[in-house]
């Protein structure tokens, strides 16, 4: 069995999944690894563009391929085109259906991983088999921290982040509890749950909990995996060590307020909320070690 299996969705990031991997490939792993890139129905070319990388092009004087020119182990890569876009969780679902590794990292292609990053995280995991999800410190290309560590939401978090009852003072003490802006994110500390934009999580563990619940098209889906984490009795842990930047855009935040509510993604944040304090209605939050 590999180390990782990391799981790329795209749609219609064709650019930033080229880049990714030749990211993953430059930091030269020292742990076994493969590549799995779930198109999501983009149209856009990215798997084919994923597999120019691993041609081998004969009658040229050059190195044939990215890992020849690097001289570096070719790793393994799958490809999957979706038939249609189902969605974040049904996408990486599609890729951790056919993961190999012991561990399953689900990323973004806006992620930039750098050497090291992921020796880390795995040799943090082999450590602590009581921490089932960790996640790395994601950073702005400014060097600013994104807050990709949270606090469990009750049903008013989204309607202080939506209305302008955030902007009270209770409404405020709320949100930065939730965001975890009283925390200075430098400490390797176990969280109530991660981002989804980098998550590595056991093998064992998605075998015990399932993969990424699909009634959720995008958005909740990661908050609802960590919360499955700590019920089954395993930790989520936010790793400070590892920086690595996220070049993020909030599709759900284009507009501010209300009026943020009229627009697609905004419109699927607002049922994936739904769904998720549906789903969770009168259930306990899951005993937490922290």
Known sequence: MIDISIVILNYKQKGLVKQCIKG????RPSISYEIIVVDNNSGDGALE???????????????????DRLQVPRPEIVTIQAGENRGFAVGNNLGIQRCRGRYVVVMNPDIAIVPGAFEHLVEFMDGQPQVGICGP????????????????????VPLYRRTFFGSFKHGQQMLTDYLMRDFNHATNVPVD??????????????????????????YFEDLDWC???????????YIAAVELVHYHQRLSAERSGLFGLFSKAGRIHLASGIKYFAKYLGVELPKRLH
């Open 24 to 27: 993953i490939v430059a930091s």
């Open 49 to 67: 563009a994923v597999q120019d990388l691993f041609k081998t092009t004969t009658g040229s004087q050059r190195p044939a391929t990215l890992f």
């Open 137 to 156: 410190k994601l950073i702005n290309p400014d060097g600013s921290v994104q807050y990709s560590c949270r606090r469990f939401p009750n049903f008013f």
């Open 193 to 218: 749950w991660l981002f989804g934009a980098c998550l590595v999580t056991r093998r064992s563990l998605i075998d015990k909990i399932g993969m990424f619940d699909e009634r959720f098209f995008m």
């Open 227 to 237: 919360r499955r984490c700590w019920a089954e009795g395993f930790e989520v842990y």
